[in-house]
């Protein structure tokens, strides 16, 4: 079945310490690719998207995904997390479907920092 | 640039009473969606309005649920009645151009509680 898969649902970092979140799709073709965050109180925010061309995206924030085609994945990464990163943060995608603009959504993946 | 904004932010209300969501999405933005999480869930699409017109709907759960977008602005998601299973967190989204790469904007949603 087409999916969007985050395997984890919650993740406690260290602040400073570097961070990776998964995703992964299953659909026959490459879909379009985003990741959002929901802040506290907040509505989802956009954080980086991907299409097409170089794999490796540069978002907001300091965060970069890596699109790997032959592993289905779009990892969310981010170098050293700050405090004010605590949040919801999920993996989207559009599938390339005619007539199709909704986002499908995995279940996202909250993470803690720990001071 | 006011983003998107929901109405309430927080609505409970008891089985079988009706109850009607307000989203005022970014001025000019054509395209207006509305999602649901419900609780351990992910995020699911409900439907996708381009200006006045339903584009998609295949999302909606039940005909309980009921979108309107008179004159092209401001939508309304009516349920009536409310179920228990009803309960969640309805967000609302926007964008300009309607297309697979376009950002879709989301409000802060609302929180519906059905006792």
């Known amino acids: 079945a087409q999916s969007v898969t985050q395997p984890d649902i919650h993740i406690t970092v260290s602040e400073g310490a570097s961070l990776e979140l998964r995703c992964n799709y299953s659909y026959g073709a490459t879909p379009y690719l985003f990741w959002y965050v929901q802040s506290p109180g907040q509505g989802l925010q956009l954080l980086l998207k991907y299409f097409s061309g170089d794999t490796l995206v540069q978002g907001i924030k300091g965060f970069e995904a890596e699109f790997k085609r032959s592993q289905s994945s779009f990892n969310l990464r981010k170098p050293s997390v700050h405090w004010s990163d605590a949040a919801e943060y999920f993996c989207a995608v559009v599938p390339v479907i005619q007539g199709a603009q909704k986002l499908?959504?995995?279940?996202?993946?909250?993470?803690?920092i720990n001071p | 640039e006011a983003g998107v904004t929901q109405f309430p932010s927080h609505s409970v209300i008891e089985k079988g009473q009706t109850v009607t969501l307000r989203c005022d999405p970014i001025s000019g933005h054509d395209n207006l969606y509305w999602y649901r999480r419900v609780m351990g869930k992910e995020i699911k699409f409900l439907l996708h309005f381009v200006k006045e017109s339903k584009q998609d709907e295949s999302g909606m759960p039940n005909n309980r649920f009921l979108a309107e977008r008179t004159g092209g602005?401001?939508?309304t998601l009516k349920v009536q009645p409310a179920e228990l299973e009803d309960s969640g967190v309805y967000f609302c989204a926007s964008s300009q151009v309607a297309g697979y790469t376009d950002t879709q904007y989301f409000g802060p949603g609302t929180r519906l509680t059905v006792l």
């Open chain 2, 73 to 75: 602005t401001y939508s």
């Open chain 1, 104 to 112: 499908v959504f995995g279940q996202g993946t909250r993470l803690t």
